[in-house]
């Protein structure tokens, strides 16, 4: 039967892996599940069944559609993996899994010499020192091609076509026939049988009106990180505008906590400090050009203010200081008056002008502009409108709104299993081991690599916590281990036959309850959006963003929140779940964004609640507890995780103990 708005076609698939999400992670799950799955099935006779499901369009799809102008995490020969381990952990301010870290860095570079295979150009120096912005006729950086560094982790590309490259490996290697795309995945569902196993997840076409409804063994939920719980600074004609991908929205951390799936570091955010407007990126300006950010009186306040980063040990001292301490820097200058903040690309470009030929300079002019091209054209549009030559102005940056991701410069996420051979350690020392809910695992691997603590769902990319700086190659290898993790627990659990614990009409109703809304009670009124029955799913986002906007450190407070005020916050964001069952769709694209917006509000109580949690400030710059002001090494140098009942809709928030497994004096 063809479904029609209010009365959807409902289609059920048994499946063996389901695949959430098309971006950086899924990508490199669809391309390296097949591999697996063929050698299953030539050795055993297994013929898996698999599935990727994406919300929109695998090609333009997730944080990298835009493309991107560097690849952020490439090893290469001259770094090791505990190298990486440990700049992770300090720009995280120290409460970073290095079994994570560890195991992404030894695996990252072959993702890198994939992309490259598969047709990425990749900037390169020659054996004369000079650089090409392509691959043409370089050796591939498998066979000893010498990337061009923008810094220590980073790698040049032209990458405005990356996620198409990387997409096109994903479905040639999985078949349009696994790939369902524009299906937005609004809930998974455990075991009839085992509440801590996943059984399914069920969601909805964006295009046309069907509900499906998919039953897995093992499920690996990579749906990007979160943007907009907190008011954007784009507001009104700027509406829309946001760093982070306005599509990714909380999907992989609410739909995780629901399942009773282990969060962790869920108050750590990222604010990053962008080019004011169209938020188009830093790191080559400051890496690649060496430009340096300025106050208003020209003064560089990374000099100016150093002192305060003695306030942190060890994390201010380091080389390069945490990210968030780089934005505690610069928030004094705006908050004493001294702002607006400049990126300098005026001296900068006339410092590498008296070293370079005209034409070498011309280049480089052309090379700054194609790095907004190339992965933000939105900020082109800024420079031109407002006349910005940068060899002859200086361009403003601000930092953002808070963004919630683990695999930029951020850690939230899912608790998930290490590898097996790194150590795993136990929860000792000053961490609550009583307050650890029983059913949990004790230490840090559990036998597949990445699987949460409910049996079966796996994540990656910014679905796993407690170990950023992954970025775009660092995603993809993690779906790759992923992969492999899930065709050997399906070996593992070949007889296993999952049972949705919820029959499938209730789920379908409940998916298509904010259009049985609008139907029941449309006609009350004339204006069809004012109504006493229901809520717009656009109204109800700006409730939550101006609720995290004021109360839990958002621009409107210059990220400074307190106890009293997060209380606050914890009763309106209780009442606005409340009103979030009133949601109304009046069409399909209503539906997403109401499903959306869900998965918003449980992904910031999440990150609340955590803040509430932790009695510190451990990410100056990022926000600040003003009851709280400080980082308390003795007692908070720990993991804060949480579990989620959706039965009596609490959370409970407890201590993980914190190790270091990789030197971290070196
Ligand atoms: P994504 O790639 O974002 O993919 C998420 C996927 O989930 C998307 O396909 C989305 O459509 C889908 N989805 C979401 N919700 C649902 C749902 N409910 N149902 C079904 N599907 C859903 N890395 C670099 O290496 N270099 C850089 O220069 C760089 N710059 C960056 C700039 C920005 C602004 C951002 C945000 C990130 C940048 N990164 C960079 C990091 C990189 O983009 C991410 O690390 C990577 O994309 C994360 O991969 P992921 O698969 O977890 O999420």
Redesign the pocket.
Known sequence: MAGEFGNPEVVQEDLDILL???????CGAGYEVMRWADAAKAELGMDLKIKL????A?DR????AQG??????YIGTEQDPADYARMVSNDLMGITRDDLAYDLGRHVDDSVHLFEEWGLPIWKTDENGERHDGSQGLPALKDGGKPVRSGKW?IMINGESYKWIVAEAAKKALGMDRIQER????KLVNDKNDPNRIAGAV?FSTRDHKVFVFKAKAILL????CVNIFRPRSVGEGTGRA???V???G?TYAMAAEAGAELTMMENRFVPARFKDG?G?V?AWFLLFKAQAVNANGEVYMQKNKELLNDYPPYGQAAVPASCLRNHLMLKEMKEGRGPIYMDTVTALAKLRETLTPREVKHLEAEAWEDFLD?CVGQCGIWVGENIEPEKKNSELMPTEPYL?G??SGCCGIWVSGPTDIGAPTDELHADKDKIPAHLPKGWSWGYRSMTTVKGLFT????VGASGH??????HAE?RMCAKSMVKYCIDNKDLKPELDTPVEQLVEEIYKPVRTYLEFKDYTTAIDVNPNYITPKMLQFRLQKIMDEYVAGVATYYTTNDKMLKVAEEKLEMLKEDAEKMRAKDLHELLRAWENY?RILTAEAHMQHIQFRQESRYPGFYYRADKNFVDEENWHCFVNSVYDKNSKKWNCFKRAHVDLVDKSK
């Open positions: 959430i999400g098309g971006g950086m992670a899924c499901v994406d919300k929109a695998m799809s997730g944080a990298v991107l102008s560097a690849i952020n995490t980073q299906v937005f995945i609004v969601g990579a749906a990007g990180g760093w982070y991908p599509w990714n929205a999907s938020y990126p790191g992965m991701l695999s930029h990656a990319g910014d679905g992954k970025f775009s190659s660092g995603s779906g998965h």
